[in-house]
C-alpha cells in the first residue's frame, strides 16, 4: 500500500470527491488471511500501522454506502466522511476471534454515524427522535420512493412490518412530506410572495392584554395560595421549606439535621410531608 495517511487526508471528500474516490478504489482489498493478521496486530499489540491499513482498505466500501443515501439532499462528501468516522469507530472494537469479516462488522457503525448526520442536517426541525421514530423515517422514506399517500393498508402493513403504531406511519408520512420554510419574506420575494412568509400571518400574543393580565392574575393568586398553605404547616415544617426552596442559600438536609438535632432522613421525611400538605392545601 503506497499511499500514505497524509495523502489519504489532503484527498478529503470535502475538497475533490472524484479524486477522492479514485485513491481509494485505487488500494488494495485485503484477503481475509491480511485482514485476520492485521486485526490482531491491532486488537493484541495496539499497532496503529494496522489500524491505518485495515481504515484504508476499507474506505471504498463507506464509499459504496454513502452513495445509497444520496437521496437526501445532503452533501456526497460530507456523508463519506460520517461513514469514515463509523468506519474507524468499527475498526476500534473489531475483535478477530468473532470469526467474521471486518466489513460485515463495520457496516452497522458506517449506517449509525450516516443516519445521525442525516437526521441532524436534514430539515432545521428535528423529525425523528426516539428510535422507533428513526427506524420509520428511513424505512418509510425508501417506501415513499415508489409510493404515493399511503392507503390504510399500506400504513397497517408498514406499521406491522416495523413493530409500531399505525398512528405513527401516518404521523411520519405527514413529516415527510412537509418543508422548511423561512419566517421572513426572502430578499428576491415579490408583492405577490412575499405575504406568504410566516412573518406576516403569524400573531404575535405574548404582548396581548389579556394574555398579561390573565399571567399577571395566575402569578399574584400563585403567590397568595403559597402563602395560606405555608401558614398551614406548624413552625419546623415552614422552616424545612422555607430554608430548603424559597432562600437564596439553600440549606441542606444535613444542614437541617443538625439544626433540630435529628436524622438527614427525618429531615427529608418532614421535607415531603410538608409539601404534600401543601399541595393539598392549594388544591382544595
Do not use: C
Request: hydrophobic share 40%; glycine share 4%.
Amino acid at each position: 500500500m503506497g499511499t500514505s495517511l497524509q495523502t489519504v487526508q489532503a484527498l478529503a471528500p470535502g475538497q475533490n470527491l472524484n479524486a477522492y474516490i479514485t485513491a481509494v478504489n485505487s488500494f488494495s482489498v485485503l484477503t481475509a488471511e491480511e485482514e485476520k493478521q492485521l486485526a490482531e496486530d491491532l486488537y493484541y499489540r495496539e499497532n496503529l500501522e494496522a489500524a491505518r491499513r485495515l481504515v484504508m482498505a476499507h474506505l471504498r466500501f463507506v464509499v459504496h454506502i454513502a452513495k445509497s443515501y444520496a437521496g437526501y439532499g445532503l452533501s456526497q462528501a460530507d456523508l463519506v466522511q460520517e461513514g469514515n468516522v463509523g468506519l474507524m469507530k468499527a475498526v476500534k472494537r473489531f475483535n478477530p476471534e468473532k470469526g467474521v469479516r471486518l466489513v460485515s462488522f463495520a457496516v452497522h457503525w458506517i449506517k449509525a454515524e450516516i443516519h445521525e448526520f442525516i437526521l441532524r442536517n436534514w430539515r432545521i426541525v428535528k423529525i425523528a427522535t426516539t428510535k422507533a421514530q428513526r427506524k420509520l423515517f428511513f424505512n418509510l422514506r425508501g417506501q415513499k420512493k415508489k409510493l404515493s399517500w399511503l392507503t390504510n393498508n399500506e400504513a397497517k402493513a408498514i406499521a406491522e412490518d416495523l413493530n409500531v403504531e399505525v398512528k405513527h406511519v401516518h404521523e411520519m408520512e405527514g413529516r415527510l412530506s412537509a418543508f422548511d420554510t423561512a419566517f421572513d419574506a426572502g430578499a428576491d420575494d415579490d408583492d405577490d410572495t412575499a405575504f406568504q412568509a410566516p412573518a406576516n400571518y403569524l400573531e404575535d400574543k405574548r404582548f396581548d392584554p389579556s394574555t398579561l393580565l390573565e399571567d399577571a392574575d395566575w402569578s399574584e393568586n400563585s403567590v397568595t395560595g403559597l402563602e395560606l398553605a405555608l401558614e398551614e404547616l406548624d413552625d419546623r415544617s415552614r422552616d424545612i421549606l422555607q430554608q430548603r426552596w424559597l432562600s437564596e442559600e439553600k440549606a441542606t438536609l444535613h444542614d437541617l439535621a443538625a439544626k433540630y438535632g435529628v436524622s438527614a432522613e427525618r429531615i427529608r421525611q418532614l421535607e415531603k410531608n410538608a409539601m404534600k400538605k401543601m399541595r393539598a392545601h392549594m388544591e382544595a
